[in-house]
């Protein structure tokens, strides 16, 4: 993306007015709570992910357990029924 000076002049302005309208410590004060607000924001958005995560990785776990128990059965009963077919 490439130098816009028309982009500049207005952003410029546009400070300028709201520096006027609001004064400079108020918009301070706004954009320390932006800034806490976004960061609480990124943090809740870590600890979803988290839950998803692990909830994701609960599901893995049952299915790998019930693949093991299926496989388990499934070798036993081959024992017990094929007992020629040992590995």
């Given at each position: 993306m ?9 952003q410029?302005g ?14 301070e004060?706004?954009?320390q ?8 924001e ?14 994701l990785?609960?599901?893995v ?14 070798t ?12």
């Amino acid at each position: 993306m490439g130098y816009h000076p028309q982009y500049t002049i207005a952003q410029d302005g546009i400070e300028k007015f709201a520096k006027k309208l609001l004064g400079e410590s108020e918009i301070e004060a706004i954009l320390q709570r932006l800034d806490r607000l976004t960061q609480e924001e990124g943090r809740m958005t870590v600890a979803q992910t988290l839950e998803v995560v692990h909830g994701l990785m609960n599901n893995v776990k049952v299915v790998m357990n019930g693949m093991e128990s299926i496989l388990k059965l499934a070798t036993d009963a081959q024992l017990k029924y094929c007992p020629d077919t040992r590995r």
